[in-house]
């Protein structure tokens, strides 16, 4: 029996038993990443991405679209005023600010394209109206605003690119409309929490509990606030005892949003047993290492249809993928990869 050949992955040697283990858990296509000698290690990729990263200057006008529940979405678009449109939604307490989103929207821009930033429910820098707000499986949202565009530009291309939850939110909502999607042309989701279940355990451990830490504290000032101009239905009142993920959804996602509990919300929400039903062109980029979940969160190339792909770094972090020579010229491969597969469908 003649040993298999020794595999370079992401520029690292390995051989037989990497090779048999890699072709046993994912079928999948290494993304060509090569991250930055300077910001190695999970850590590194997601807080540089995403604390030390100036965010580029760009210039948006600000469209505000009211829902028919009596709430309103804010629609934060780059100053192009034609040409193919993609859309971007945002992660978790992200916004049109957050550098990343910040930054494909630069990229967006530079390829002559329309971009829109699509808030989630009180992202916009204002509270929404009613006591909901948004969540990882929420997809009428989204569904409203293709709608629309739909209707006042029936000829006009569309890609959508999801990171984070706004890509669970996206794959989902793909997955769930299959070939009635045909105003889509090309998707992209990154670093998307696929299991939601195996996302809140991952993040209440190790150090992976400061990046937990941090966005509760954002969601729990969240909450405060929206306390303050309507009643929720949330029995909690002490809000600074939850500390967790689980906690958090247990307790103010769950009930605000009809779900009978955490559990029962991850089930509901997770987009990896949606993936089978999309029809249309989507990339998957996800990284081996990402702090936010566990490598198992990564669907297999069986749960997958032929118009997905699915390319996995062994290195990248969460929406992190940072290269470049010195930390002076740093790269965010993201806003390279995602543009340059989009102009394929656009």
Aim: charged share 25%; proline share 6%; with cysteine.
């Amino acid at each position: 029996v003649r040993r298999p050949p020794v595999v370079c992955v992401g520029g690292r040697r390995s051989g037989t038993e990497s090779y048999f283990s890699r072709l046993n858990e994912h079928s999948s296509m290494d993304s060509g990443f090569q991250p930055a000698w300077w910001c190695r290690g999970p850590n590194a990729q997601t807080l540089w991405a995403r604390l030390i990263r100036r965010a580029p200057k760009i210039s948006f006008w600000r469209e505000r679209l009211e829902l028919p529940d009596g709430d309103f979405l804010d629609l934060d678009w780059t100053e192009n005023g034609s040409g193919p449109i993609v859309m971007v939604l945002h992660g978790l307490e992200g916004s049109s600010h957050s550098p990343y989103a910040r930054g494909i929207m630069q990229a967006i821009e530079r390829r002559g394209w329309r971009g829109v930033v699509m808030h989630f429910r009180g992202c916009s820098g204002e509270p929404n109206r009613l006591a909901r707000s948004y969540h990882s499986g929420d997809t009428g949202d989204l569904a409203h605003v293709i709608s629309t565009l739909r209707r006042r530009e029936p000829r006009t291309l569309l890609g959508i690119v999801g990171f984070s939850l706004g890509g669970n939110v996206l794959l989902k909502w793909l997955g769930k409309i299959g070939r009635d999607a045909p105003v889509v042309r090309a998707a992209v989701a990154v670093s998307v929490p696929y299991d939601l279940h195996s996302a809140a355990d991952r993040l209440n451990q190790g150090f992976s509990r400061v990046y937990q830490r941090q966005l509760m504290r954002s969601l729990r000032l969240t909450i405060a606030e929206k306390r303050k101009r309507t009643t929720l239905p949330i029995k909690i009142q002490d809000l600074s005892t939850l500390k967790s993920f689980r906690d958090f959804d247990e307790y103010v996602t769950a009930p605000l949003h009809g779900f009978d509990s955490a559990n029962h919300y991850y089930t509901v929400s997770s987009s990896r047993q949606y993936l089978r039903g999309i029809s249309v062109p989507t990339l998957l980029l996800h990284a081996r290492d990402d702090p936010f979940m566990t490598e198992k969160a990564i669907p297999r190339q069986n749960e997958l249809p032929d118009c997905v792909t699915l390319e996995v770094s062994p290195c990248g972090g969460h929406v992190g993928f940072v290269s470049g020579t010195w930390p002076w010229n740093a790269r965010y491969w993201l806003e390279e990869r995602i543009p340059k597969y989009l102009e394929r469908h656009l």
